[in-house]
């Protein structure tokens, strides 16, 4: 870690928690006077006592030396409140179920935010019996590509991971399914609701309905040129 404990952090802490110093002292078995020194910045509590710190306001010690406490309100485990974080050096993907203080690479990272498909990141969504077969229109090179695809439902996640030269499509079981992540290496986490990813297929891709009627057109035409050649050779 390339952070220590700062007197701001216990003290908001010990604040919080309702604790005068000298309950705190207590707890910890120490003096008032050093949790009073650490609090004005003239001391700093040895490394041997991160830990009971961390036991006294019931957090970890990764949340006490980060500064970040976190209040999950995910009692629930509901995963369409999940987190996404990824890391930007080793591209480490990393799920939780609600708010976490999460480092890789010494880099502490922050959720990402998902946001609304957009007409550079497409999503194509079909049902196939059971399943949704999800299809990214987004190019899968080295320098620029699709990390991983997750599909989301109250009670579970389902996620996959892509790779830079392969495809950007995945297939997720439907059971419940109501949301449809995805991340860009370089443009972030975006979402869609599956429902309407295939509701848009009519109405959000301009040329479907256009190809479908030139393709039914031609069928037509060229399957009546068939019959005739066929004629004309008997």
Request: proline share 3%; net charge negative; charged share 30%.
């Amino acid at each position: 870690m390339n952070q220590y404990v700062t007197g701001a952090v216990i003290k908001e802490l010990r604040e919080k928690n309702r604790m005068t110093q000298l309950q705190l002292a207590e707890k910890l078995g120490v003096s008032d006077k050093s949790v009073s020194k650490w609090e004005n910045s003239r001391g700093l509590p040895d490394i041997t006592l991160l830990e009971p710190i961390a036991e006294a306001f019931r957090i970890s010690v990764t949340e006490l030396i980060s500064g970040n406490t976190i209040h999950n309100a995910n009692v629930s485990a509901n995963m369409l409140r999940s987190k996404f974080y990824v890391c930007p050096v080793c591209g480490n993907v990393i799920h939780s179920m609600g708010e976490a203080a999460i480092h890789c690479h010494g880099i502490q990272l922050v959720p990402l935010e998902a946001e609304a498909t957009d007409e550079r990141h497409m999503a194509f969504i079909e049902r196939v019996e059971d399943e949704y077969y999800v299809r990214i229109d987004h190019s899968m090179t080295k320098e620029h590509y699709i990390s991983f695809m997750a599909a989301a439902s109250s009670d579970d996640m389902q996620m996959v991971k892509l790779y830079p030269e392969g495809s950007a499509e995945a297939r997720f079981k439907i059971r419940g399914v109501r949301r449809i992540f995805f991340f860009c290496n370089r443009d972030g986490l975006f979402s869609i609701d599956p429902v309407k990813g295939i509701d848009d297929r009519e109405s959000g891709y301009n040329d479907t309905r256009e190809r479908r009627e030139l393709e039914k057109t031609a069928d037509m035409l060229f399957g009546k040129d068939l019959e005739d050649d066929n004629e004309e050779m008997v």
